[in-house]
């Protein structure tokens, strides 16, 4: 079974540029996140979809991340424009459905904002 | 709401010596519990969660934690290290609707031959 695929994999840019991040879930996973990895630190929920709904994005930061999941599938992460503080690794992430169920990771998109 | 506390950041071990690494919770619903590994430039693995029912949890590469409501702990353990688990650990908890996970800040296992 594929897991969790992200592009790209690692991406330098300047601040105030934009970036593109792109996730596809496992197969039939109804539930897609986003989490944001500083270094040093646990992984911090972004967004939450089930199917092409967001759940929670209370942890967005609105007025520089987007994200969406247009026909429930693969997803994409935006930051427009970036700031030093967003590099990080960001860490796509999907699960059958609610209730403890196992939470696949992809490998991550490393971000490096300078 | 829902928080976790990793205690040490970073954790020395020698080659064949226990491995123990403490996780406590905070959870105003019965929890799910997840121990996650990543290796250099990696995702997180899945090492073993706790969901309901017995409390002693066996995760994969030996690893194996206990789930213990009155001390709001999920410590992970494993008797014997290999060079092999010089990782970063996470615990994870969720619980309620939406299923999604609250890390702690992690534990970074050395191991030394």
């Known amino acids: 079974e594929a897991g969790v695929a992200q592009s790209p994999r690692y991406k330098i840019i300047e601040k105030r540029q934009s970036v593109a991040f792109w996730c596809n879930p496992i197969?039939?996973?109804?539930?897609l996140y986003w989490y944001q990895q500083i270094l040093g630190q646990g992984p911090k929920l972004l967004i939450q979809f089930q199917n092409n709904g967001v759940v929670d994005d209370s942890q967005l930061p609105k007025d520089r991340f987007s994200a969406e999941r247009l026909k429930g599938v693969d997803s994409t992460l935006k930051i427009q424009p970036a700031k030093l503080e967003d590099s990080a690794v960001y860490l796509c992430a999907s699960s059958p459905s609610v209730g403890g169920n196992t939470i696949y990771f992809g490998e991550g998109s490393w971000l490096t904002v300078v | 709401a829902q928080s976790v506390t990793q205690l040490g950041s970073h954790v020395s071990v020698s080659e064949g010596a226990l491995v123990l690494l403490r996780c406590n919770y905070s959870s105003s619903v019965p929890p799910y519990l997840f121990w996650y590994v990543q290796y250099p430039n990696q995702g997180l693995q899945l090492l073993l969660k706790?969901?309901?029912?017995?409390?002693l949890v066996k995760g994969i590469n030996g690893f194996e934690a206990e789930f213990k409501k009155s001390e709001t702990s999920f410590h992970l353990t494993k008797p014997s290290a290999h060079m092999s688990d010089a990782a970063e650990y996470f615990c994870a908890v969720s619980g309620g609707a939406g299923n999604k996970l609250t890390f702690g800040g992690g534990t970074r296992v050395l191991v030394k031959p």
């Open positions: 197969s039939g996973h109804a539930t």
């Open positions: 706790y969901t309901t029912g017995a409390t």
